[in-house]
């Protein structure tokens, strides 16, 4: 287990208001040994940009239906601008880091999860773990894209992407940051939920189609050995912790 690494899943909206308390947050993980990857999604964007362009917005159980003129989108706005801009805010904040993506040696390899239903849609099934484990930076910026064997960009979603490379890597704290404090029931954050827990709040509606896909892939992670993992606002121990 790689225990000095850490992957945090940052959403595209916390990224456009980054607190000082997060970067404060960063620089004790690296002052405690750790390495990092930072992944990040950028949805709220890539649906706005589509609307302006006309384009259909829709989701299915959670999950962006990607077709060609979407994924260019994707594409261009998490390559294109919110890499960039989180490399800009790292850096000002005193961290060394590195973007790269699904392009440069076969870093994140996917398949398809349902053409049919989801279009340009998977899920990473290999990863290039010499260059995920041996970056020389603080910070190790990656995008939700993935390619598959025969060259096809594949949009993932972001959530199961962290989740994914958290378990190929056997990395032993995942964090699932998002824009509430964790998971909520009536109002109140869960500190813990196991997956019988999740699936009575999902059939009461408690854990809404948006954060259902969160859920999953972060059971997923956890029972592929990944020590800590947490949906928080957070990257102190607090928020939800999955069980």
């Known amino acids: 287990m790689h225990q000095d690494l850490v992957i945090i899943k940052l959403g595209g909206n916390a990224l456009l208001d980054l607190s000082a308390t997060f ?3 960063l620089h004790a993980l690296k002052a405690a040994g750790h390495k990092i990857i930072l992944l990040h999604g950028g949805g709220a964007m890539i649906s706005d940009l589509s609307t302006q362009l006309n384009l259909p917005v829709k989701k299915v159980a959670g999950i962006r239906v ?6 260019k989108v994707t594409k261009m706005v998490l390559l294109g601008h919110m890499q960039p801009l989180l490399a800009q805010k790292l850096s000002q904040a005193g961290f060394s880091v590195t973007c790269q993506n699904a392009a440069m040696n076969h870093l994140l390899t996917g398949e398809f999860l349902d053409f049919e239903t989801y279009g340009y849609v998977g899920t990473i099934t290999q990863a290039n773990h010499e260059a995920l ?12 894209l993935a390619l598959t064997p025969d060259g096809h960009w594949l949009n993932v979603n972001a ?3 962290a989740c994914n490379l958290a378990a190929m890597l056997q990395v032993k ?26 699936l009575a709040l999902c059939q009461k509606e408690v854990i809404t189609a948006g ?7 972060a059971f997923q992670a956890k029972h592929a050995g990944v020590q800590h993992v947490f949906i928080t606002n957070t990257l102190q121990a607090s928020g939800t912790s999955i069980q």
Do not use: R
């Open 66 to 71: 990607t077709d060609e003129a979407t994924l």
């Open 133 to 144: 484990l041996n970056f020389d930076s603080d910070i190790l910026i990656l995008a939700p």
């Open 23 to 25: 970067f404060q947050q």
């Open 173 to 198: 704290q995942l964090y699932l940051l998002t824009d509430v404090a964790g998971v909520l029931n009536q109002g109140q954050v869960l500190p813990s939920l196991n997956q019988k827990e999740a």
């Open 211 to 217: 954060m259902q896909p969160k859920i999953k892939a």
């Open 159 to 161: 959530d199961q992407a």
